[in-house]
């Protein structure tokens, strides 16, 4: 059904000057509505998370698979009380560590959390945002918020207004306009329900930050157990319509093995998702973006799902990102990217003085 999508404008640094805009969109929350909103991660797409016929509506207007599960959030930290019981001490640490801001506990849930919302688990993810937009929100709303990322399931996360526009205009009640969200890769998923913290979702709160707070914790890999602890992590994801190669190694190598397999590919509408350090090396004949500074991960973390959708807008068919060396956020940074290439990735050491394997 076709829905009379509104957008609105926010005061991303105030938004209690824009304070009609938020009454207006919680006022949709309550009667069942859907609202997409800004957070510091990616924008979320949210409906009252304690009524299952508003959070079935938010799987519909995605196409979102029925057993992947909602992340609750809330606007203090009492709140978590509403959705979670037996708290380890690692939640009151961890919190108090990075709360507001983008960490995801998984905690056993409370009878108060509907099943649709947690896709029939027993356990509940809860993210308390820095972003003071979707805090007011969630506030007026009177309700923890049920928010999945407001793309369209597969898509790369939306990280301004207009990408949620794109995706899911027609199909939402409003949109928020916050502005460019400030991490640009969504949150770390923490899973407490065990003995030890394990990392679900890798993001901008690193295994070594949290390793600093709890002393151990595991970073749990994509293909390491059949059935993926955060449901979400087995669907594809950040998929623009190019194909996307990875092209690892440092500046002068990737780019120079980039330049090759264009130099192959002729014919092909290629872009590079290029690096300050690079932006001055590749030959004219692709659509070259630049992602932000190797040195620098949290800027390309900031850009990465915006070039994808940048990329798709100018119809390119192959794109070759240069890969980042995985530590700290870039690790992070790298986990979407390499699930938005599908895993294809070219290590531009071995490819430099050789002659290029190209599918
Ligand atoms: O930064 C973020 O986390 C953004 C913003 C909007 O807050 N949200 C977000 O939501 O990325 P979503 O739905 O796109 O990703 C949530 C992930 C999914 O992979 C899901 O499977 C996992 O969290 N998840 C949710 N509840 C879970 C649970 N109880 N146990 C394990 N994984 C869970
Ligand atoms: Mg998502």
Redesign the pocket.
């Known amino acids: 059904m076709f829905k009379n999508t509104i957008i609105k404008k926010i005061n991303e640094d105030d938004p209690l000057a824009d304070i009609s805009v938020i009454s207006e969109a919680a006022k949709i929350i309550k009667n069942g509505g859907l609202v997409a909103f800004p957070?510091e991660?990616?924008?979320?797409l949210g409906a009252n998370g304690f009524n299952p016929e508003a959070v079935k509506k938010i799987f519909l207007a995605k196409g979102r698979p029925q057993d992947?599960?909602?992340?609750l959030?809330i606007s203090e930290f009492e709140m978590i009380n509403q959705i979670a019981r037996d708290l380890p001490d690692a939640a009151f640490a961890l919190a108090k560590a990075f709360w507001p801001g983008?960490l995801?506990l998984?905690l056993n849930k409370k009878a108060s959390v509907p099943y649709e919302t947690?896709?029939g688990?027993e356990?509940?993810?809860v993210?308390f945002?820095e972003n003071k937009t979707a805090r007011l929100l969630i506030e007026k709303s009177e309700t923890p918020i049920a928010?999945?990322?407001?793309n369209l399931s597969g898509r790369p996360?939306p990280t301004r207004a207009s990408h949620v526009e794109f995706d899911l205009s027609g199909k939402i009640d409003m949109i928020i306009d916050g502005g460019c969200c400030k991490h640009g890769i969504?949150?770390t998923?923490a899973?407490l329900t065990g003995d030890i913290p394990v990392i679900?979702?890798p993001?901008s709160i690193t295994p070594e930050m949290i390793r600093e707070i709890t002393g151990k914790c595991i970073v749990s890999e994509p293909h390491d157990t059949e059935t993926p602890?955060?449901?979400?992590?087995k669907y594809t994801h950040y998929s623009p319509q190019a194909m996307v190669t990875i092209v690892t190694g440092s500046a002068d190598a990737a780019a120079d093995t980039i330049n090759k397999l264009i130099q192959k590919n002729s014919g092909m509408k290629t872009g590079i998702m290029a690096t300050e350090e690079t932006m001055g090396m590749y030959s004219k004949n692709a659509l070259i973006l630049c992602a932000g500074s190797r040195s620098d991960p949290e800027t390309i973390g900031r850009n990465l799902f915006k070039l994808l959708r940048k990329f798709d807008y100018y119809g390119i068919e192959q794109v070759y990102a240069e890969g980042l060396t995985e530590i700290g956020v870039a690790a992070s940074v790298m986990n979407r990217l390499k699930k938005a290439a599908g895993y294809d990735i070219i290590d531009a050491r071995c490819h430099l003085d050789g002659d290029i394997d190209t599918k």
């Open positions: 957070t991660t990616v924008y979320g992947n599960p909602l992340i959030h983008p995801t998984i947690s896709s688990l356990t509940v993810a993210r945002p928010a999945p990322s407001a996360s969504e949150s998923i899973d679900l979702r993001g602890k955060a449901p979400g992590m």
